[in-house]
Each structure stands twice: as structure tokens, then as C-alpha cells.
């Protein structure tokens, strides 16, 4: 299984990024998904959640309003489109998978089995 965490880069406040997640080696519909991120010399804190089929999502409050995840099991591939950004926001962003067929929402890390590279997302003031 992988999961290729991609679309990380250089940001001013304000401005808008998309992360993307491509996965292979799993029944992608089978799974839903998470996004992380982590800050340097913090703990890794959950970002969003999307269900297997989209129906169900949830955010974290720090982000929610701003960041959409989204996805498209056509191409095995999920997203985190992130708009208005700030400083805060600035750490390295990690999906993941949880095992298969959960259905409710999870948001510890440890509920995931699954885990991508992390792509680093810097917004500058």
C-alpha cells in the first residue's frame, strides 16, 4: 500500500493550496481517508476526514471554513484544497487510512494503518 502525499509549497498568507493523495495497492473505495499535518515540534493533529463514498467529512475547528477535503475513486486519489491560509497552518501534511469499512468518523492518529510521505506546506506572513 502507498499513499503519495503531493502539492506542498511556499504560500503568502491568504493564499490557496491543493494537496493531493494518490494511493495504490488498496481498494480506495474501501477506505476512508485522513488528512494531518504536523508542526515542528508538535504533535501530529488531525486536519480532515472524508468517508468512503464523500457523504461524510469532518474538519477540524482550526481549519474548518477554509479547507474542503474532497475525493475521486475513479482515480484512487484524494484532496485537501486549502484557501485563506495562515502562518499557523505551516507543517508537514500527511494522509492516511484508516482499515477498511469504517464507517464512523476518526480522528486519532492511531485509528490509521495507512500513512503517506507528508508534504510540507510553508505560509509566510
Known amino acids: 500500500v502507498q499513499l503519495q502525499a503531493s502539492g506542498g509549497g511556499l504560500v503568502q498568507a491568504g493564499g490557496s493550496l491543493r494537496l493531493s493523495c494518490a494511493a495504490s495497492?488498496?481498494?480506495?473505495?474501501?477506505?476512508?481517508l485522513g488528512w494531518f499535518r504536523q508542526a515542528p515540534g508538535k504533535e501530529r493533529e488531525f486536519v480532515a476526514f472524508?468517508?468512503?463514498?464523500?457523504?461524510?467529512?469532518n474538519y477540524a475547528d482550526s481549519v474548518k471554513g477554509r479547507f474542503t477535503i474532497s475525493r475521486d475513486n475513479a482515480k484512487n486519489t484524494a484532496y485537501l484544497q486549502m484557501n485563506d491560509l495562515k502562518s499557523e497552518d505551516t507543517a508537514v501534511y500527511y494522509c492516511?487510512?484508516?482499515?477498511?469499512?469504517?464507517?464512523?468518523?476518526?480522528?486519532?492518529?492511531?485509528?490509521?494503518?495507512?500513512w503517506g510521505q507528508g508534504t510540507l506546506v510553508t505560509v509566510s506572513s
Open positions: 492516511a487510512a484508516p482499515f477498511p469499512n469504517i464507517r464512523d468518523v476518526r480522528t486519532t492518529p492511531g485509528d490509521y494503518r495507512y
Open positions: 495497492g488498496l481498494s480506495f473505495y474501501l477506505y476512508a
Open positions: 472524508i468517508g468512503r463514498s464523500s457523504g461524510s467529512t
